[in-house]
């Protein structure tokens, strides 16, 4: 409510008389009803100040209303609906004002008298100058939502279901219509609220040209979701019977091809589309719509309603009929004759190539995993159909420009089989002399040989009879790297390759070959799969348990339950790696002696996945381009970097980052250009007596192996047998078991078990609630023993603890350090002992850092001016609290 309000209704009334507004009373029942029994005398004859006193006196309840037209003076008022101010109609009423030359005219409205009604509209009022005030007019409204329909509405479209429910947005009370005004308020509106005055009153009503007001009312109109066609007074009709052979005239392509913007060039410029419908004011902005192009749904029509411009009003007019008034008086066959010269009409005789071949039905393995008990019925077959084309598309290359827009539309309609995007461009997906998917980015060479086997491209020639004759030609190269060379395309996003059926990330089953448009993921499965029956029974799980944990894994000599538990977590975590978001620590295999079974556990990856093998590289900077490689061009899940030497320990900066990044950037070998490729795949290192230094034991899942015997190689009687034939004839066995496993979990509302293990705990939790419930124990149980498997961490530990038990817990010089703990300081890698400045970076990069239980903390000494270090202990012993 602003300060110029009054609550007094008598009052309220003496300033709307003052300014030569028609008063009326209102009943207090929120019916916004007249409280008087006849109010129509009124609309011709002002209210006295003697009514004021008999209708507003005695502070009787009840709200006050003015009554538009002549009889206030010539006043109107536009009413913006609450639902129109909150869906911000105002506002774009507002841009569109500013846009179309209006934006003072506005301006002065909505700074006249504004009031606020209780439903949160807003109302202005405008003294109309230079002809009448219009009667009340709804100029803007829209179909009311489902979930807006009131119980009345819900009843009427039951009786009527072709009704249409309308919600206004914008109307008018105009000649003969009133308004409440502020400070009507209590019971007078339904909603108990009062009517608000925003900005100035009654004696700051703006007067506004009615050339003015009626081009505020056309923009109001333009927010008008219901338009009706318009209604020609009179247009020419083409009678001329089609042309044969589906030719064209000048006239009917020149329909098709123009546009208006073109046609209504220097005279109209668009102001703002509806829909279909385009609205166009003056070319130099000013006066608001005056015409209307695609507002009949039958056809695209210019509509003038101004009788200042070269058009008839409320005429039809075609693009062509446009064109032809424009540009030739009118004279339709001189126009043609022009459109004809300048190459519109139907095109030469044309000799065309025969008829491309069809493409080609292939079949490809789609099938998925099968239940171990199900077996297909007789005579099922299993065929992947990849999206089928069924006419091999013809593209005219003849101008390289249109060649380009071709093949880029030809992506953007899904008619160009198996080839998919990423974040370097088009690529394709097939299988290498290995048989394992490999991702290949396309070269031009690339494109152009797929364009060769899936389109039929030609260039047009003309000879000297001015015949046209198509010719089979290939796309040039430069048109092939021009397309490639652009930001985006209109094609699949290919997010990776997978080898067997996974898990999406709704937890659905993705089983079938090829595409899923739902993941972006290509399934290009390892072995034949069959079916999976919908549910899965306790009778499959038990086999499917069985299989894995009672054959497969059963002979292992793991060193601790832990590290069977750790293994199997690995082999499942493939099937759901789309399930989960985050990085997966790396698995490192590792046995005390040669033979005691990693290939073996690694060679269970690769049947059932498929495996990128590598060697470990020899620096750091090998290794990044080796996991770029594999990223970038591999297809398996699964990257084992193998034979690491004996006692190795892994420390990388390189692998740090890679096993807690999401996404792995590099630039790709060969080229300059930098790729992002997502880090979605099982990293395994193998070795024997392996050890991790830095960062790495934080991000590692360790699986032992010990057979404590000699020629562990020579051992036998495993349940299984040996097991690479084994799993040669019975991977599509193993693969239905893992698969059946999780789909069990799944079932079963897929179960947690909160686990903390850092940038990996959600994975983490997710695979100790999947082990949980197959009964598989000892999952992250190897803590201490992993610590002791970390070279770095369990020198610093003990170097640390004899540091406090033999020089106290006191600060002391480095070179102290040196000197009282000769045995026990680390040592360089020739194994020599550190000077004393290169312990002192040392001890810099650890401060702060626990080592067990133990860490550094360094003191400096201002008066000397050197670093100082104690040994101090953590309280709690990883209960979380610390010494004060």
């Not at 009879?465 to 040039?476: A, W």
């Not at 990856?605 to 290794?623: C, M, Q, R, S, V």
């Not at 850092?758 to 983490?764: I, K, N, P, R, V």
């Amino acid at each position: 409510m602003s300060d110029e309000q009054t609550t007094d209704l008598r009052a309220a009334a003496a300033e709307l008389h003052a300014a030569g507004l028609c008063v009326l009373p209102i009943k207090a029942d929120g019916s916004k009803g007249p409280a008087v029994r006849s109010w129509t005398p009124y609309k011709v004859t002002p209210s006295s100040p003697a009514d004021h006193d008999t209708w507003f006196g005695g502070g009787r309840p009840g709200g006050i209303a003015v009554i538009y037209g002549a009889v206030s003076g010539h006043v109107e008022m536009i009413e913006f609906e609450g639902l129109a101010v909150r869906e911000g109609v105002l506002d774009e009423v507002t841009e569109i004002m500013d846009a179309s030359g209006l934006g003072e005219v506005w301006a002065t409205i909505r700074t006249g008298w504004a009031t606020e009604s209780p439903s949160g509209g807003v109302h202005y009022r405008v003294r109309v100058d230079g002809a009448p005030v219009p009667p009340n007019t709804k100029l803007a409204q829209r179909l009311a939502r489902v979930d807006e329909y009131t119980p009345e509405e819900q009843q009427r479209l039951a009786e009527k279901p072709n009704a249409r429910i309308v919600r206004v947005l914008i109307e008018t009370r105009g000649e003969g219509g009133y308004g409440l005004v502020e400070p009507s308020g209590g019971a007078v509106h339904a909603s108990g609220l009062p009517y608000l005055r925003l900005a100035g009153g009654p004696a700051t009503i703006p007067t506004i040209h009615a050339d003015d007001m009626a081009a505020v009312r056309d923009v109001c109109r333009m927010l008008d979701t219901l338009p009706k066609p318009e209604t020609a007074k009179s247009a020419p009709r083409d009678t001329r019977a089609p042309l044969p052979d589906g030719g064209l005239r000048p006239g009917e392509d020149y329909e098709a091809r123009a546009s208006w913007e073109e046609i209504l060039d220097g005279i109209f410029r668009p102001i703002r589309s509806v829909g279909s419908t385009t609205y166009w004011g003056w070319a130099d902005g000013a006066r608001g719509p005056k015409a209307t192009t695609g507002r009949d749904p039958a056809a695209d029509r210019l509509y003038v309603f101004t009788t200042s411009s070269e058009f008839a009003p409320e005429v039809p007019y075609t693009k062509f009929g446009a064109y032809a008034l424009l540009s030739h008086g009118g004279d339709h066959k001189a126009a043609a004759a022009e459109l004809r010269r300048r190459g519109y009409g139907s095109a030469p005789t044309r000799r065309r190539l025969a008829a491309a071949r069809p493409v080609e039905e292939f079949a490809i393995d789609g099938s998925a995993a099968l239940d171990p008990a199900y077996e297909p019925e007789e005579g099922e077959e299993h065929a992947r159909h990849l999206q089928a084309v069924p006419d091999r598309p013809r593209l005219d290359i003849t101008n390289e420009a249109d060649a380009i827009d071709g093949v880029l539309g030809l992506m953007g309609s899904g008619r160009l089989p198996d080839l998919y995007k990423r974040s370097g461009g088009p690529c394709w997906v097939y299988r290498d002399d290995n048989d394992d998917p490999v991702i290949q980015q396309l070269g031009t060479d690339n494109l152009r040989a797929y364009l060769a086997e899936h389109v039929t491209t030609y260039s047009v020639k003309k000879d000297a009879d001015g015949i046209l004759t198509e010719e089979r030609e290939l796309l040039m190269p430069k048109s092939c790297g021009t397309i490639l060379g652009r930001k985006d395309w209109s094609l699949p996003p290919l997010r990776g390759v997978v080898t067997s059926p996974v898990i999406r990330p709704d937890g659905t089953l993705l089983a079938d070959a090829g595409y899923d448009k739902a993941t972006g993921l290509y399934l290009e499965p390892r072995v034949p799969l069959r079916r999976l029956r919908p549910e899965v029974s306790a009778e499959s799980l038990d086999k499917a348990k069985e299989i894995v944990l009672g054959q497969v894994l059963a002979d292992f000599p793991w060193v601790a339950a832990s590290d069977r538990a750790h293994y199997v977590g690995a082999l499942l975590t493939p099937i759901l790696r789309p399930y989960f978001h985050g990085p997966t620590p790396m698995v490192v295999l590792t046995a005390t002696a040669a033979g005691s079974g990693k290939s073996l556990l690694k060679d269970v990856f690769k049947y059932a996945y498929g495996i990128a093998d590598t060697a470990w590289p020899e620096n750091d900077t090998e290794l990044r381009k080796s996991i770029t490689t594999q990223l970038y061009t591999t297809g398996q899940p699964v990257v084992v970097l193998d034979n690491l030497p004996s006692g190795h320990i892994i420390k990388s900066p390189v692998l740090s980052a890679l096993l807690t990044s999401e996404h792995w950037g590099d630039r790709v070998l060969g080229a300059t250009s930098k790729a992002t490729m997502p880090n979605d795949r099982l990293w395994i290192v193998t070795g024997n007596s392996l050890k991790t230094g830095g960062d790495n034991g934080r991000r590692v899942l360790w699986v032992r192996l010990d057979p404590d015997c000699p020629d562990p190689d020579q051992r036998d009687g495993f349940t299984i047998g040996d097991l690479r034939p084994w799993l040669r004839a019975n991977t599509s066995t193993l693969v239905a078991a893992l698969v059946t496993l999780v789909r069990a979990w799944l079932a079963a509302g897929a179960p947690t078990v909160r686990v903390r293990k850092g940038d990996y705990s959600g994975w983490a939790s997710m695979m100790a609630g999947l082990l949980d419930y197959l009964g598989v124990t000892g999952w992250m149980a190897d803590r201490d023993e992993a610590q002791d498997q970390d070279e770095e961490l369990t020198e610093w530990r003990d170097f640390l603890e004899m540091w406090r038990e033999k020089l106290g817990n006191g600060p002391v010089q480095v070179g102290a350090v040196i000197s009282g703990l000769p045995d026990h300081v680390p040592r360089l890698r020739d194994g020599e002992i550190p000077s004393t400045k290169q312990l002192g970076l040392w001890l810099k990069a650890r401060e702060g850092r626990y080592f067990g239980t133990h860490k550094v903390v360094r003191i400096y000494d201002s008066h000397k001016k050197q670093n100082l270090w104690r040994v101090d202990v953590h309280a709690g012993r990883g209960t979380g609290t610390h010494q004060p």
